[in-house]
Each structure stands twice: as structure tokens, then as C-alpha cells.
């Protein structure tokens, strides 16, 4: 009766042979890439060491093969694959893909980069990424989305017949309520910050007015931190019918550092927004106090480079801590502020559109604090009325 045939990039049973005292042999039938079958062995000072020198051996062939992946594939090759593959690469960000990076070096290969592709069940990916969301439910969502990449990028090669993290379903976080300013608190929590900044009426040196100027502009654009701080004036129009172009984005990058991104977000993140008054005035302000910089930040750093988000968003944050005294306020609650007011005095598309998102779903889930409208029962109710008034007559 003949052998089995094996899969390509796949080994038979692993023998171990003593060929003299302290030095062993194992071996094992291999099917290449070409489809030819050969023996490969390696040699250990006793059995289990000489079948895993054999196993990374064959295992380093299976991953030396480039983009063939098969079930005996490792996690881990196949997670090197995958950061190749032009559907990743060609789609998204340098940023996101860092992003990835991170996830599967802090997480996913150490809990499964050792398994072969044919070991990774639902079961097991389900344990993995509810355990770790547990404690940070942010990265088990990064993490199920690289390992669903890549799975799907191991079906598409028929390495396996189905993706084991399709069916996995992370706990779902109870929704919090969108929190936004109104127009009151909004004026009450810029006066704050004035006096702040001034050092009236709260300790510490006059600050300068780098803070309330951004939130300024945050207030009458919706703009993000990020987007605030990549602005150069080149983006800036003060003539007759004064507006800004939102057309790009700062991030950093662990081998660039801190970068100003050329586009946004989103595709229809691209946007040119009217200024109202009020950040008009911020901006003339500015431009009439600029000193030039290499980047034409509009609001550049000490050295006249891009002033970094993070430690804008850290002194925001202590600003509106000392201020509202209970830390309930986030810098992102300004964003969130502009969307509820024009959601509320024009209509939600008015709002997606300049927040930059291509529909409503994000904006009315994410950033518009409004009560759900009721069904207008008024009428029916009305007859409980009409009961109590013919008693009455």
C-alpha cells in the first residue's frame, strides 16, 4: 500500500534514531514547493532535541517559501505574509499598519505565533481576545481585526477552509451616553479658560494664549487636536468669505517621529469649512503675530516645528481639570459640542458633513447628544383629558 501524498509544504511522521552515544537523529518525509518529496533531518544531543531542530528547520523552509502558506504554516509566518500583502499595504496608513505591528508583537504572537495554521480553532481565538479584552478592550478590537486579516489572507490561499476569527464576537461595551456642551457651558468653560491662561483666579504664571485659541478654532470648525495642529496657513483664506481647508493630519511614526500626513482620516475627511467670526478673529490675531517657520504651522511649536497633539491634549486636559474641578470634561467634548448644535439648529447631514464623515451613522452614534423623538401619542392621550374635564363640568 503507498503513502499518503503530502500536502505541499507539509511533513510526515518525525522518526528519532540514537546513532551513537549523546547524538541523535530525526527525520522526516518533506513535500517542497514544487511538489517533490525529500528527507530532511536534524541532529541533537538526545531525541526532542534533534526532532525541534527539525521542526525549525522545516519550519523555516515552509517560511522561507514567501507568500506559500499551507496549514503547517506558522502563526507567525503567516503574520509576515500578511504585513506584505499589497491588500494591506496599498489600503492603509502607514500609522494603522504601526498600529498592527504593535498589536502582534505586545499580543497576538505571543499567545499564538507558535501554532500552526491548522491548530488555530475558534475556541482558542475566542479565549485569546476575550481575555484580553478584559483588561483592554481597545486592543482586543485591534488584535481580532489583524487576526481576521490574516486568516482571511490563509483562506484566500487555501491553507484552511475557514477563517476561525469570522465567528468570534468580542463582549460589547454598554453604550455611554454622547456628552456635549451647550451653548451656556461652552461660554462659561472659555471664560474659564481665559482666566486660566491669565492667571486669574487660578494659580500659576499667565500662560500664554496657544490653549484657548485652539479650542477656538476646535469650536468653530469640529476639527480634532490632530487636524487643528497640522493647519499651515496655506489652509487658511481670511479675504472677503474667510475659510480653511482641512487637508491633512498630524501622526507619528516610531521611525519618522512626528509627522504632518498630507490627507485625512478619511476620503471625505477633505473639506473646505466658512469661518465663523469668532475663529476668524483667532486666526487674524495669529497671522498678524506669526513668525515664520519652516513648517507654516499655524500653530507651531516653541521651535517652530509641529507642536505635538499628546502634549496639547495633556495640557487641555489639566486646564479643564482645575476649571470644572471633576475631570468629567475631554478635549474631544468640544468636537462633539459642534456636532449637537448643528445637528440641533440645521440638520444631522449638516453635521456629518462638517465633521468630515462620509455618512450619519458615525456622527449621530458618536458625537450628537440628543434624546430619541418619541411617537406623538398626544392626541390618544388627550382622552384621559377629556375623561377628567366632563367630570369636572
Same mark, same amino acid.
Given at each position: 500500500?503507498?503513502?499518503? @501524498?503530502?500536502?505541499?509544504?507539509?511533513?510526515?511522521?518525525?522518526?528519532?534514531?540514537?546513532?551513537?552515544?549523546?547524538?541523535?537523529?530525526?527525520?522526516?518525509?518533506?513535500?517542497?514547493?514544487?511538489?517533490?518529496?525529500?528527507?530532511?533531518?536534524?541532529?541533537?544531543?538526545?531525541?526532542?532535541?534533534?526532532?525541534?531542530?527539525?521542526?525549525?528547520?522545516?519550519?523555516?523552509?515552509?517560511?522561507?517559501?514567501?507568500?506559500?502558506?499551507?496549514?503547517?504554516?506558522?502563526?507567525?509566518?503567516?503574520?509576515?505574509?500578511?504585513?506584505?500583502?499589497?491588500?494591506?499595504?496599498?489600503?492603509?496608513?502607514?500609522?494603522?499598519?504601526?498600529?498592527?505591528?504593535?498589536?502582534?508583537?505586545?499580543?497576538?504572537?505571543?499567545?499564538?505565533?507558535?501554532?500552526?495554521?491548522?491548530?488555530?480553532?475558534?475556541?482558542?481565538?475566542?479565549?485569546?481576545?476575550?481575555?484580553?479584552?478584559?483588561?483592554?478592550?481597545?486592543?482586543?478590537?485591534?488584535?481580532?481585526?489583524?487576526?481576521?486579516?490574516?486568516?482571511?489572507?490563509?483562506? @484566500?490561499?487555501?491553507?484552511? @477552509?475557514?477563517?476561525?476569527?469570522?465567528?468570534?464576537?468580542? !463582549?460589547?461595551?454598554?453604550?455611554? !451616553?454622547?456628552?456635549?456642551?451647550?451653548?451656556?457651558?461652552?461660554?462659561?468653560?472659555?471664560?474659564?479658560?481665559?482666566?486660566?491662561?491669565?492667571?486669574?483666579?487660578?494659580?500659576?504664571?499667565?500662560?500664554?494664549?496657544?490653549?484657548?485659541?485652539?479650542?477656538?478654532?476646535?469650536?468653530?470648525?469640529?476639527?480634532?487636536?490632530?487636524?487643528?495642529?497640522?493647519?499651515?496657513?496655506?489652509?487658511?483664506?481670511?479675504?472677503?468669505?474667510?475659510?480653511?481647508?482641512?487637508?491633512?493630519?498630524?501622526?507619528?511614526?516610531?521611525?519618522?517621529?512626528?509627522?504632518?500626513?498630507?490627507?485625512?482620516?478619511?476620503?471625505?475627511?477633505?473639506?473646505?469649512?466658512?469661518?465663523?467670526?469668532?475663529?476668524?478673529?483667532?486666526?487674524? +490675531?495669529?497671522?498678524?503675530?506669526?513668525?515664520?517657520?519652516?513648517?507654516?504651522?499655524?500653530?507651531?511649536?516653541?521651535?517652530?516645528?509641529?507642536?505635538?497633539?499628546?502634549?496639547?491634549?495633556?495640557?487641555?486636559?489639566?486646564?479643564?481639570?482645575?476649571?470644572?474641578?471633576?475631570? +468629567?470634561?475631554?478635549?474631544?467634548?468640544?468636537?462633539?459640542?459642534?456636532?449637537?448644535?448643528?445637528?440641533?439648529?440645521?440638520?444631522?447631514?449638516?453635521?456629518?458633513?462638517?465633521?468630515?464623515?462620509?455618512?450619519?451613522?458615525?456622527?449621530?452614534?458618536?458625537?450628537?447628544?440628543?434624546?430619541?423623538?418619541?411617537?406623538?401619542?398626544?392626541?390618544?392621550?388627550?382622552?384621559?383629558?377629556?375623561? @377628567?374635564?366632563?367630570?369636572?363640568?
Amino acid at each position: 500500500m503507498s503513502r499518503p @501524498r503530502l500536502e505541499l509544504g507539509s511533513w510526515g511522521k518525525i522518526t528519532r534514531t540514537e546513532i551513537s552515544e549523546g547524538k541523535w537523529r530525526a527525520r522526516a518525509r518533506f513535500r517542497d514547493f514544487t511538489g517533490k518529496t525529500k528527507q530532511r533531518e536534524a541532529y541533537g544531543d538526545s531525541g526532542a532535541k534533534a526532532e525541534r531542530n527539525l521542526l525549525k528547520t522545516l519550519r523555516a523552509e515552509v517560511e522561507s517559501a514567501g507568500d506559500s502558506i499551507t496549514g503547517n504554516t506558522t502563526v507567525t509566518a503567516l503574520s509576515k505574509v500578511w504585513l506584505a500583502d499589497p491588500d494591506l499595504t496599498e489600503t492603509c496608513t502607514e500609522q494603522t499598519i504601526e498600529r498592527y505591528k504593535d498589536s502582534l508583537n505586545q499580543h497576538v504572537l505571543p499567545a499564538l505565533g507558535e501554532y500552526l495554521l491548522m491548530e488555530v480553532t475558534v475556541s482558542r481565538v475566542d479565549r485569546f481576545l476575550r481575555t484580553l479584552a478584559e483588561s483592554t478592550p481597545g486592543l482586543a478590537k485591534t488584535a481580532r481585526t489583524v487576526l481576521n486579516g490574516m486568516f482571511k489572507l490563509a483562506v @484566500r490561499h487555501d491553507a484552511i @477552509r475557514s477563517n476561525p476569527v469570522r465567528d468570534v464576537r468580542l !463582549p460589547s461595551k454598554p453604550k455611554k !451616553p454622547v456628552e456635549a456642551l451647550t451653548v451656556d457651558e461652552v461660554s462659561a468653560l472659555r471664560e474659564g479658560l481665559r482666566k486660566w491662561q491669565d492667571g486669574t483666579g487660578y494659580r500659576g504664571p499667565r500662560r500664554g494664549s496657544e490653549l484657548l485659541d485652539v479650542v477656538d478654532v476646535m469650536l468653530g470648525t469640529g476639527l480634532r487636536i490632530s487636524e487643528v495642529l497640522a493647519l499651515r496657513w496655506d489652509d487658511v483664506d481670511l479675504g472677503e468669505h474667510p475659510t480653511l481647508t482641512v487637508s491633512g493630519t498630524l501622526v507619528y511614526l516610531k521611525k519618522r517621529g512626528l509627522r504632518r500626513q498630507s490627507h485625512t482620516k478619511t476620503a471625505s475627511g477633505f473639506r473646505i469649512l466658512t469661518l465663523p467670526t469668532f475663529a476668524v478673529e483667532v486666526l487674524l +490675531r495669529r497671522s498678524v503675530e506669526m513668525i515664520p517657520t519652516e513648517t507654516n504651522a499655524v500653530f507651531p511649536s516653541g521651535a517652530g516645528t509641529w507642536k505635538w497633539p499628546n502634549n496639547y491634549r495633556r495640557s487641555l486636559r489639566d486646564a479643564l481639570k482645575t476649571i470644572e474641578g471633576q475631570g +468629567r470634561i475631554s478635549p474631544h467634548v468640544f468636537r462633539k459640542s459642534v456636532a449637537t448644535l448643528i445637528d440641533a439648529e440645521a440638520t444631522l447631514e449638516a453635521a456629518a458633513a462638517v465633521l468630515g464623515h462620509s455618512g450619519t451613522a458615525v456622527t449621530s452614534k458618536h458625537y450628537v447628544a440628543k434624546a430619541a423623538a418619541a411617537p406623538d401619542m398626544s392626541a390618544i392621550l388627550d382622552r384621559f383629558g377629556r375623561s @377628567r374635564n366632563e367630570k369636572d363640568g
